[in-house]
């Protein structure tokens, strides 16, 4: 069952019925992205506490109800119920008591955007689909390579010059069809969009399919019910398209209209300074204008957003903040959440982090407030840069003379 009611577009607000097919509002084209609204109260009578006590499946799909699709493919990564930890080192480094990460590079294909492929990939073989596409930094297409072979489907993948080496060679493994386009994210997009067209493959490009924010909130309802459903003062999510603060704020909005949670944590988006489209609106109060994509984070170098007013309305409706963090502040985070709590994230991912830390610097975030910073990859798929934030190893011929020379040199004992 699937309790969707009707698609709403998040520009001109026209309605369309809950066996609508297209991606787009045909009116407003492809800016005309549209929200999946479901029926809470009939929702109600099978999404409760109790359903997910009585519920054995430890994966993204426990939500299924909550979700636009009708079935769980039979063949699924095992995506989702990746681990909530309470950091309190970390925290009692930053000065405050509550301090949780979820650790989504945990996931199957190692980052948060396995949700939302796995949707894209359930929904395009019950539409009988059989090739999936999309442009991206890197972990949408490692995602959707990932499902996709797991699911028996062909991938074709375009992707921005830029890309990490180790996101690419994913991509390979899983038997994707790669193109490297020569430029940045919005020419890969761009391409893709173009080719996507002429071929009719099943578009999984971020916010123009609206069923992928459907897969990400999976993450919120998880940390609801992982903190059972007594939900943080504060989540905390890098933002690059937009698409997954929306979903964060879609699943716990779905919670608090179900009457499981009792209020929406406020959102902090994190963009990098190189790249700022939200921060810089936001600060200004103006539209979002198009920016260059000048920062190590590469899975939040999104110089358009696709997604702007669904990820606006997330910060605005929860009543969040937008922070923007250097690459350097980015680099340091990377160490700190090493460090402190061996949790290794990509630089989009610390960069939640970092803004989380930014934000208590600021007193954005209060000492006594319970936040949980998402970070949203592996920073296994990105070394050159984490190699940046940390200490050379110390090299040396196997002697141990040599050994305690060396350490007695550097204090170690
Ligand atoms: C995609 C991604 C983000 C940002 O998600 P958007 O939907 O583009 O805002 C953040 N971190 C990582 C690791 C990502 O892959
Ligand atoms: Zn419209």
Redesign the pocket.
Known sequence: VSFVKQFVCTVCKTNYPSNYTGFTCPKCGEKGILDIEYDYRAMKSVVTKQYFKANSDYSMWRYLPLMSIDKRPETTLAVGWTPLYETKRLGSLWGISRLYVKDEGLNPTA???DRASAVACAHAKAIGATTVACSS????ASSLAGSAARMGLASVIFVPKRAPAAKVTQLGVFGAKVIQVEGDYKAAFSLSKQAIAHYGWYNRN?AINPHLVEG?KTVALEIAEQLDWNVPDWCVV????????AGVYKGFYDLFELGITTKIPRLLGVQAEGCQPFVTAWDNNEAILETDENTIAD??A?GIPR?PNK?MKAVVQSNGEWIAVSDEAILAAIKTLGNTEGIFG?P??AAAAAGCYEAIRRGVISPNDAVVVIS??SGLKDIDHAKQAVEEPIRLFPNLELLIDVLRKKDIQ
């Open positions: 980052s948060l955007k930094t890197g972990n949408a971020a990400k890098s933002v690059g398209d937009g698409c997954t603060i899975s939040i999104v997604n990820a990509e989009a991912a949203t990859g």
